[in-house]
Each structure stands twice: as structure tokens, then as C-alpha cells.
């Protein structure tokens, strides 16, 4: 219940109301005051605009000079000092010291001197008032400027808790950011390391397997004796893609491997763009039946991340050809359209959509739609329109 009191009083300090509310409070009980208990002109201007200038200390800060002196002056022009001057001048001194609107050193020292002329325009009004009051360096004069000193002393209290408030306030801002760029940092070595131990087992279990197809693939050409010419050329398309896939796995270990902030530069290998098509089409087709390749439209290079993103979406779909519908006739068709939107479709006479549950095939469908959301795009899989499955994605390159 006490924690919970503690936090609503410290939010309601915090909403943008509270300079508002305290400084029209302090105004009505300083007109108040000055309703019973009347003072000169200068008092009265003095209080009321110490006062009120409160409401704007913090959407202003400096404006808590103005109350301060308003303050000092209100005092001065009355032997009396009103509460509501008091409490005003205090909230002012600490809002100068809360803000550092000056050094402290100088606030502190402005007051004092103030508040010196504060109390020598009273000694003036004490000596035309009749009062018993000792020439200055007499016996007993340094008692005169009692007021002067206490004042100083308050206004010192008041501008060293704000500037203590701030430089507390400081010290936990810098500790919060000191702790998240510490948790950041524990954060950036996790994923480092969690990189690394996802590189050496690419490298353990993807890297040795594809170099050891590629290695048999080209043995296979000249240990097998009969071979076709056929055959052979087939067994050096299986070392020929083996090994690009290694150098596709190295480029990806590299960046794996690579500190964070810094994988482009070991991104020294181009990336493939639609320019590959062609070769990606002949792969395809050598180890998968009839493929053709059909392009629509003016080439126009397009930017790297679409380039990139429909290439591995019909390397994906083909891949999925050779996997569920092998053999199958295969139609690629891409259109540069005149409207600044790239059409890519990836069609074969298979058996079409599998009726079964989701398998690990769904994984290159989802692939495929991420890279297409990836560009702004979209991408629709399933059952074609005369049969077998049909890809097709639509990446907007630009706006007209």
C-alpha cells in the first residue's frame, strides 16, 4: 500500500500538471494572503508575480529567476515576509538548482546578493522608522545583517538539494544505459557464439557431405566402367552442382563466422541475379526432365534484393519439382512488366498439390513467400489451372 501511495505521488510529480497545479495553488493563497494581511504596491506586484511565474518552471526553467527576484523584491518592499513569498522563493531556488540553469556557484552567490540588497533597503526603513539602529562598524552592527545571512543560508539549501536531485537523477540515467549497453553486448556475444556453433556444424555435417558428392560424382565418371556418354555428362553435373553448392556454403559459413556489423565483407563472391536463370533452367533441366524457359518483356536490372529474391524462389520451385514431381514438364516464365512489376511463374504437369498434411516441403513455400514479402511482394502456391502446381510471385520493383 505504501509502495503504491510512493508511485502514484511520484507520477502525479512527473505529469505535465504539477508546475500547473502547485503554482496556481501558491497564486490563490498568496492572494489570499495579501487580502488579509495588505502590503505595499511593490510587495503586492512582488508576491503575485513570484507566485504565478511558477506555473511555467517547467516548460522554462529560467524563468525561475524571475521568481526568485520577484521574491526578493516583494520581501524588500515590506519589513514582513509573506509565506507565500517564502514558498515561492524556495521552489525557485530549487527549480534554478534542479535545472542547472546557471552554476550552482553563481546561483547561490546571485542570492546572496540579493539578499544583501534585500536587507540594506530594510536597515534604510528600520532607520526612518525610529528603530534603535548602530552606525555601520559600530558595536553590534554585524547583528543587521542577520536577515542577509539567514537568506543566503536558505537559498543555499534550496539550490544544493536541486542540484543534488539532478546529479542523482544523472547518475541512475547513466547506470540505466551503462546496464543496457552491458545487455546488449551479452546479447551481441550470444548470438556470435550461437552463429559459430551453427557454422561448425554446417561445416561438420552440410560441408563434408556435398564435398564428398562431388568427389564420387567426378570418380564415378572415370571408375565406372559402360558409361554412356549420357551418363557421364549427367555425373559431371552432379560434381558441377556440388561444388556450387560448396562455394555457397562457404560464402555462408563466412558470414556466419564473420563478427557482427562486418558479414559483407566476406560476401567477396556476387550473389546470383535473373542473369543465372538460364544456367539454374539447364541444371534443372539435365536431371529432371523437359524445362523451358520463357521471358517476357525489356531485361532491365533491377535492384539487389529483388534480383536475389526471384532467383531463389525458382531455384526453390524447381527444387520442389525434381523432389514431388520428377520427370514432370516444367515451365519458367518470367515477365519484365511495363509497370514496374516483375511476374515470375514456375509451372509443371505433375501430380499436382500433395493431399497429405504439411510435410518439410512447406518449409520452401514459406521460404519462398518470406523472400517474396521481403521486396513488398506476394506469392501463391498450389494446384495450376490445367493441372500439376504452379509458383507464381509478383515483386513490385518501384512506383512510377
Not at 232 to 257: C, H, K, N, P, Y
Amino acid at each position: 500500500m505504501r509502495t503504491s501511495l510512493h508511485q502514484r505521488f511520484r507520477a502525479w510529480i512527473a505529469a505535465p500538471s504539477y508546475p500547473w497545479a502547485t503554482g496556481g495553488a501558491l497564486t490563490v493563497a498568496a492572494v489570499a494572503e495579501l487580502i488579509a494581511f495588505p502590503g505595499s504596491v511593490t510587495t503586492t506586484v512582488g508576491v503575485l508575480v513570484s507566485s504565478a511565474s511558477l506555473m511555467w518552471r517547467r516548460s522554462f526553467p529560467p524563468l525561475a529567476m524571475l521568481t526568485v527576484a520577484a521574491g526578493l523584491i516583494g520581501f524588500a518592499g515590506d519589513v514582513n515576509l509573506y509565506l507565500s513569498i517564502m514558498a515561492s522563493g524556495l521552489i525557485g531556488c530549487y527549480t534554478l538548482g534542479r535545472n542547472r540553469v546557471l552554476h550552482p556557484a553563481l546561483t547561490v552567490a546571485g542570492g546572496a546578493l540579493g539578499a544583501l540588497c534585500v536587507n540594506l533597503v530594510h536597515i534604510n526603513t528600520w532607520s526612518r522608522m525610529d528603530l534603535p539602529v548602530p552606525a555601520l562598524w559600530e558595536k553590534g552592527s554585524l547583528s543587521l545583517f542577520a536577515e542577509s545571512f539567514l537568506l543566503t543560508v536558505v537559498i543555499f539549501g534550496a539550490v544544493m538539494m536541486g542540484d543534488a536531485v539532478r546529479s542523482r537523477e544523472e547518475t541512475r540515467n547513466e547506470r540505466n544505459l551503462a546496464q543496457a549497453q552491458l545487455i546488449a553486448m551479452e546479447r551481441q556475444q550470444a548470438a556470435e557464439a550461437e552463429r559459430a556453433a551453427i557454422a561448425r556444424e554446417l561445416h561438420d555435417i552440410v560441408s563434408h557431405s556435398v564435398s564428398m558428392i562431388a568427389v564420387q560424382a567426378e570418380s564415378a565418371t572415370y571408375t565406372t566402367p559402360g558409361l554412356t556418354a549420357e551418363a557421364r555428362d549427367g555425373f559431371q553435373q552432379i560434381a558441377g552442382t556440388a561444388r556450387s553448392s560448396m562455394a555457397e556454403l562457404r560464402r555462408l559459413l563466412g558470414v556466419l563466422r564473420a563478427p557482427q556489423g562486418r558479414s559483407d565483407a566476406v560476401l567477396t563472391a556476387p550473389q546470383p541475379t535473373l542473369d543465372h536463370l538460364a544456367e539454374l533452367v539447364d541444371q534443372h533441366r539435365a536431371v529432371s526432365g523437359t524445362t523451358d524457359l520463357l521471358v517476357t518483356g525489356e531485361r532491365v536490372p533491377l535492384p539487389a534484393a529483388w534480383e536475389l529474391s526471384a532467383y531463389r524462389i525458382a531455384q526453390e520451385a524447381l527444387t520442389n519439382v525434381r523432389k514431388h514431381a520428377p520427370g514432370a514438364r516444367t515451365v519458367v516464365e518470367i515477365d519484365y512488366g511495363a509497370d514496374r512489376l516483375l511476374t515470375l511463374r514456375i509451372h509443371d504437369d505433375g501430380p499436382g498439390p500433395h493431399p497429405g498434411p504439411a510435410s518439410g516441403a512447406s518449409h520452401g513455400l514459406t521460404g519462398m513467400r518470406e523472400r517474396a514479402a521481403l521486396v513488398g511482394g506476394r506469392l501463391s502456391a498450389g494446384a495450376g489451372p490445367d493441372g500439376g502446381f504452379l509458383v507464381e510471385a509478383e515483386l513490385p520493383w518501384g512506383t512510377g
